[in-house]
């Protein structure tokens, strides 16, 4: 069972990312048939058997969060308090959240298959 860490600390975020996390997540959850964790990060601790399985995936551009919630394990979350980031800049832009955005509705959405 997958342990999804959930932070509840918004101010240490940009404003406009966190709303775009928040109303992403929301839409995604809309057009897929499956329940996303919503307000959950990469971040989460893992049996080995689910590792596993989401190795064995041929994806290349993973969509983690939809890769973790679409392969069926109960997932349980445990949130957190956020400290702000110590050292270096956050890899993943704007653009790139944006692709990886894309990313999940093009793999996970039933919606655009109707």
Same mark, same amino acid.
């Given at each position: ?27 995604? *959850? ?5 329940? /996303? ?10 049996? %080995? ?6 190795? *064995? ?41 944006? %692709?990886?955005? /894309? ?12």
């Amino acid at each position: 069972m997958p342990l999804c860490m959930q932070s509840d600390s918004i101010e240490k975020k940009e404003f406009l990312k966190e709303i775009s996390y928040w109303t992403f997540y929301r839409i995604l *959850s809309k057009m897929i048939d499956f329940e /996303l964790p919503l307000d959950s990060g990469d971040f989460c601790i893992m049996d %080995r058997k689910i590792v596993d399985i989401l190795n *064995s995936m041929p994806e290349r551009n993973r969509f983690v969060r939809g890769l973790r919630a679409w392969s069926g394990f109960k997932q349980t979350g445990l949130e957190y308090e956020r400290q702000a980031r110590a050292a270096g800049l956050a890899k993943y832009d704007f653009k790139k959240l944006r %692709r990886l955005a /894309l990313d999940g509705i093009i793999s996970f959405s039933t919606v655009l298959l109707q």
